[in-house]
């Protein structure tokens, strides 16, 4: 059984079946969430050496909705900081037989690399810098839900992307149904080798250029746990790449504001922006429940394909 480590090595159709089986598991207009139960007697152990709030919950509970059992566990990173002592700790925990391992860990390939010594199928809840899968397919959904379709969409990327696992997912994702993407950020967090990684990606350091014409605004938080020293003043960030109202009618007019969490008001995102009717964030918290119900349910052996 295979686990998801990333978009990268997915195909188009396959991210499109995630996308449309996710569909069925989304609430009603005024509804909660429905329970199934398709992965009953299944048991999945959420491992996070990182903090999170959406992410931990959202499996969980997508977990619980499709009838599986799930087991929550916060890591400190220090005590796994060796890759030997990471393995052993996987070990174990395989050793109790789960269905399948989500993790989440600073280090960039940690799930690739334990993928390869262990059997229990992994899902990448977020590694370093690399990849964040479900957050890539859950802003997908949120964006397909407004009626719009990702071929030919432009989509400007703002803010920290150096450090972005969240970007480069999109970026793979995106750019496999032929979109146009944008990532705009200060010169020292936007590295030029990211236009190579896909293709329709272009780059600037203007944030009016790469809002110009956009569908969809992704706002992205800097990262200021991963760097050694602050590149910048914050108030100074706000003034160059800090998302304000003025800045939406450069856009289309309806234009998407999204945001991956946490974030941060008058850092990256102006209270009024992430209030607005443009503002689509909730809904992608909302959408992360049905997309990782649908990716839980791939791999664990359900239904689809
Ligand atoms: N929650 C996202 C991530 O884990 C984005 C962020 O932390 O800024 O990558």
Redesign the pocket.
Known sequence: MTGLLGIENLTREEVQAILDRARDFQPGEGHGFRRFDLLRGRMVVNLFFEA?T??RTSFEIAAKRLGADAVSITAQASSVAKGESLVDTLNTLAAMRPDAIIMRHAASGAPHFLQRHLETPIINA?DGTHE?PT?ALLDARTILDRGASLENLRVAIIGDIAHS??ARSNVYLLSKFGARIVLCGPASLLPVELKEIAPGVTLTTDMNEAIAGADVIMM??V?FERQHDAPFPADEYFRFYGLRPEHLAMARPEVMVMH???INRGREISSEVADSQRSVILSQVENGISVRMAVLERVLGGAIN
Do not use: D
Request: glycine residues 14%; without cysteine.
């Open positions: 999170s959406r992410t977020g964040h957050q696992r969240v992205l938080r990262q991956p969490g946490p």
